[in-house]
């Protein structure tokens, strides 16, 4: 059946929206890659769009020798790595209990994590909990309060379901316990919905500056998107990159290849890419982890 002129405007019409959707989402990160490529004095004078008109890795070197963004960017591998492996294993744990229809208090546990899914207590009962825990200045508050997650345990538990129940009756029969079919059996098969749950739970670990700013008030102890955040809004960068020849803003006489505008490209840049870069090897496993769900559920 051939498509009518109606369909194929519709086709052409959702084809430019997507495409103009497209580049409005890449072009950002495209500008800022070139800025960062590029040298700071020459920046300055503007016009460059899509490619770094004079190459230079200088903006690199300044903002890689500095010790405080290594340490940053190892806090923000340390509550990545470490919050989405207990994330994916708790949250694991929970929802095999719940698929188990003779749990005691099990309609009890599923309403515990069905009303998070819709209200919060707000900023200031969380900022006294992880007081009242002594989680403030502590790394330990980027992992311990965002391992549980109702959606992670409901996404999880949908997941569960479809390993068939006849596996788990055959180990039995063979004296396996609950934990010995839960890693032996549902959690291997159970590859999609796990990887959707580490990506998720990785990308807000990395993404999130909101704890290092309310919760931790010592500097060496921010993740790298909160040191991010402290110099982009306006910290005074010329002291935090001490000793380095930057120029300011409109010091065109200044012939430097570093300027402040680059050293915040650069930055925004490495904070991004590990996302871009491991997110095309994961991409499969989230696409067919949603799809479960969205069928199962």
């Known amino acids: 059946m051939k498509p009518t002129t109606g369909q194929k405007v519709f086709g052409v019409f959702n084809a430019g929206s997507l495409l103009l959707f497209c580049v409005l989402c890449v072009y950002p990160l495209v500008l800022v890659t070139a800025l960062s490529f590029n040298d700071g004095a020459d920046a300055m004078r503007?016009?460059?769009?899509?490619?770094?008109?004079v190459w230079s890795l200088e903006n690199y070197r300044t903002v890689l020798k500095e010790n405080r963004i290594i340490t940053s960017a190892l806090i923000s591998v340390y509550r990545t790595v470490v919050?989405?492996?207990?994330?994916?294993?708790?949250?694991?744990?929970?929802?095999?209990?719940l698929t188990k229809r003779d749990l005691p208090g099990r309609r009890f546990f599923l309403w515990f994590i069905l009303v998070p899914m819709y209200f919060g207590g707000?900023?200031?009962?969380?900022?006294?909990?992880?007081?009242?825990?002594g989680l403030i200045n502590n790394i330990l508050v980027y992992v311990l309060p965002a391992i549980f997650g109702p959606f992670y345990i409901l996404l999880i538990r949908v997941g569960l379901l479809d390993v068939p129940a006849s596996?788990?009756?055959?180990?039995?029969?063979?004296?396996?316990?609950?934990g010995?079919?839960?890693?032996?059996?549902?959690?291997?098969?159970?590859?999609?919905?796990?990887?959707?749950?580490?990506?998720?739970?990785?990308?807000?670990?990395?993404?999130?500056?909101?704890?290092?700013t309310v919760l931790v008030l010592t500097s060496r102890l921010w993740p790298l998107q909160t040191l991010l955040l402290h110099i982009i809004q306006g910290a005074d960068i010329m002291s935090f990159?001490?000793?380095?020849?930057?120029?300011?803003?409109?010091?065109?006489?200044?012939?430097?290849?570093?300027?402040?505008?680059?050293?915040?490209?650069?930055?925004?840049?490495?904070?991004?890419a590990p996302v871009v870069l491991l997110y095309p090897f994961l991409q499969r496993y989230y696409i067919k982890g949603v799809m479960v769900g969205s069928l199962k559920g």
């Open 180 to 212: 010995t079919i839960f890693f032996r059996i549902y959690f291997p098969l159970s590859g999609p919905i796990l990887a959707t749950v580490a990506l998720l739970s990785g990308l807000g670990h990395w993404n999130d500056w909101f704890d290092g």
């Open 122 to 133: 707000g900023i200031i009962p969380y900022f006294l909990v992880c007081k009242a825990l």
């Open 167 to 178: 596996l788990e009756e055959s180990a039995k029969m063979d004296g396996a316990g609950y």
């Open 241 to 272: 990159f001490k000793g380095r020849n930057i120029a300011m803003a409109g010091s065109y006489l200044k012939k430097t290849p570093i300027t402040v505008e680059s050293l915040k490209m650069a930055m925004l840049v490495l904070t991004v």
């Open 83 to 97: 919050g989405a492996g207990l994330s994916v294993i708790l949250n694991a744990l929970f929802a095999y209990a």
């Open 46 to 53: 503007g016009g460059i769009y899509l490619w770094p008109r």
